[in-house]
Every structure is written in structure tokens, then in C-alpha cells.
């Protein structure tokens, strides 16, 4: 009942820019908070990595791949996570997925729960 909803993919060149987006949404009940957010990515062939990750506090961490490139960042008011890439390399193609941790009230009761978005697709060309 609870969906991660990503946008901002696409083709680029080497060199550009990309943001990607990311929003929690509940279909049904309601979302308490949300911890940990991250952005994880997979290439073909290659096992899911994570990118970056920001806490609920606004803590960040990234893989050494993407230091001084990438930017996550997270608006709660919203339930909404970002990632600015900036001097896309051909090496950072893969699909990217949305991970977050939510507390989310229905009325079975809350739950605590690791999400997924569906994926969305980043092309750099070299």
C-alpha cells in the first residue's frame, strides 16, 4: 500500500546532468516516517550497488564511484528523495531504484517496511 515513485531518467551525454526523483506515497492509510532513504543502482551483468543513502537527520553517504559528483538530498515535508548527478561518466549507466525504510499506519496497525521503486533507466553515452 505504500508506492516509491521515481522520474528524471533518461539518455545523456558524458559529462551531463541528470536529477532523479523519488516519492513515497501511501494508497491506502498513512506514512508516520520515513528513516533511511537511498538511491541504489544495477548494471547488466552486475550485482545492485548502493549509490547513496541520507538519514532521516539529513546524514549522507555515498560510494567512493560518486564523490564530488552526486548529490542526495531528501525534502520529509514532501516524502521525496533526490540525486543530482552531475559529470555523468559511461560507467554510471544502469538502471537506478529508490530504497526507503517506512513507517506506515493502517488500520491492521503500523508497520515498519523496506520499499522499492520500480527502476528508472540512466543512459550515458560516450
Known amino acids: 500500500q505504500v508506492q516509491l515513485v521515481e522520474s528524471g531518467g533518461g539518455l545523456v551525454q558524458s559529462g551531463g546532468s541528470l536529477r532523479l526523483s523519488c516519492a513515497a506515497s501511501a494508497a491506502s492509510g498513512y506514512i508516520l516516517s520515513i528513516n533511511t532513504m537511498g538511491w541504489y543502482r544495477q548494471a547488466p551483468g552486475k550485482e545492485r550497488e548502493l549509490v547513496a543513502s541520507i538519514t532521516s537527520g539529513g546524514m549522507t553517504n555515498y560510494v567512493d564511484s560518486v564523490k564530488g559528483r552526486f548529490t542526495i538530498s531528501r525534502d520529509n515535508a514532501k516524502n521525496t528523495v533526490y540525486l543530482q548527478m552531475n559529470s555523468l561518466k559511461p560507467e554510471d549507466t544502469a538502471v537506478y531504484y529508490c530504497?526507503?525504510?517506512?513507517?506506515?499506519?493502517?488500520?491492521?496497525?503500523?508497520?515498519?517496511?523496506?520499499?522499492w521503486g520500480q527502476g528508472t533507466q540512466v543512459t550515458v553515452s560516450s
Open positions: 530504497n526507503a525504510e517506512i513507517f506506515h499506519l493502517q488500520s491492521s496497525g503500523p508497520t515498519l517496511l523496506d520499499y
